[in-house]
């Protein structure tokens, strides 16, 4: 069975890489291998993937960027046999892995470079300039764009225009995609949702609450029964209206992206 190596990275800050990294790019592998993933957090500042700390999809590791031989550490990551998903924090610690990347050639070993992005311009201009510094160093490599926390109030090509362009020519604005081969012209759009925030604050991913088997009924009806506290009652209520909106998220974006991202990598 084929062990995919994904790398997600924008050296813009705040576009919701850890999110990307562990509420799709890591359940997708894991429902692909059946089997947790190798997980490496590249962040000397940030610990976002340790929030989720109940999370069985994953073999979680933190890799310090400062004071290490970064591209030795790459070379042992990217051998290893397994699914590995790289969620690399922003600004100069992208520009670290990149760099080890390029001189190792390490960057030949990876499947698919993801690369996330909201409506900001500056999150279009770095989202640009990571293709074509990866594609540089490896013309064949995979690309995926994720348009993250869509409005789902708002016209995507309203919100998303200085990526997809001015839909109705009024503007003349030029989207990021143009500037892009048309074969790495590949999306997939995450919506903003509280269901994402609150499975992480459950120490699980979406998908994983989406999927769980534990009768939350009968949970409920026992805390009651057994004259609970009224938060624990309350919690669980909470929790069995999340996954309601867990499996709702998991239907409409994740298993449409989890097919562009079949497309990607089994053709």
Known sequence: MKKYKVAVLNTKGGVGKSTVSMQLIAPYLYQ?????????????????????????????????????????????????????????????????????????????????????????????????????????????????????????????????DLFLGDKYGFFDTKGVINYIDEKDRNYVVLADSDAIKYSRGFGETLWELSNEEDNIDNELRRAIKEGASKEEIKKISFKRALKKDCIEYREKFLKQAFKKLDHLLLN
Request: proline share 2%; hydrophobic share 45%; net charge negative.
């Open 32 to 160: 692909k291998n059946r089997s947790p993933i190798s997980y490496f957090e590249f962040d000397d500042e940030n610990e976002d993937a340790t929030t989720f700390d109940k999370c069985s999809l994953v073999w979680l590791e933190k890799v310090n960027v400062l004071g290490v031989d970064l591209r030795e550490q790459l070379r042992d990551i990217l051998l290893l046999e397994n699914s590995i998903c790289m969620d690399v924090g922003a600004n100069k610690t992208t520009i670290y892995i990149l760099e080890a990347l390029f001189d190792s050639g390490m960057v030949h070993a990876l499947d698919l470079v993801v690369i996330p992005l909201m409506d900001g311009e500056v999150d279009a201009a770095s989202a640009l300039d990571i293709y074509h510094r990866v594609k540089k160093q490896n013309p064949d490599l995979k690309i995926l764009f994720v348009l993250n926390r869509w409005n789902e109030n708002r016209e995507l090509e309203s919100q998303f």
